[in-house]
Nanobody, 124 residues
Framework: QVALVASGGGLVQSGGSLRLSCTAS????????MGWFRQAPGKDREFVAS????????YYADSVSGRFTISRDNAKNTVYLQMNSLKPEDTAMYYC?????????????????WGQGTQVTVSS
């Protein structure tokens, strides 16, 4: 069992940056691959990025590739999402998730644990 707490969201202007954090408690954080997902109002939740247990393998949605960077610090039980060049269409509730396999992937159903979400709002 693992509990996830996401933070770092806020209001930012278009072109700005934010860094989201997700801190885990419970079982060893390094046993989980991690993912970030987001859900905009009126839309389905979608994949943003994932990272393997070791941090050596990452995967991004096309819509954020080149602008967002996922990373993790296993010593701090934390995964990060650095978001640069933000656009209004990035506005959403952002969720972190953990899965008990080595590599992350875009399929939400493969993730076992979810955080509560942190709101990101990008103004134009």
């Amino acid at each position: 069992q693992v509990a996830l707490v996401a933070s770092g969201g806020g209001l930012v202007q278009s072109g700005g940056s934010l860094r989201l954090s997700c801190t885990a408690s419970g079982r060893a954080f390094s046993e989980y691959a991690m993912g970030w997902f987001r859900q905009a109002p009126g839309k389905d939740r979608e994949f943003v990025a994932s990272i393997s247990r070791s941090g050596r393998s990452t995967y991004y949605a096309d819509s954020v590739s080149g602008r967002f960077t996922i990373s993790r610090d296993n010593a701090k039980n934390t995964v990060y999402l650095q978001m640069n060049s933000l656009k209004p269409e990035d506005t959403a509730m952002y969720y972190c998730a953990a899965k008990t396999l080595c590599f992350g992937d875009p399929l939400q159903t493969n993730y076992n644990y979810w955080g509560q979400g942190t709101q990101v709002t990008v103004s134009s």
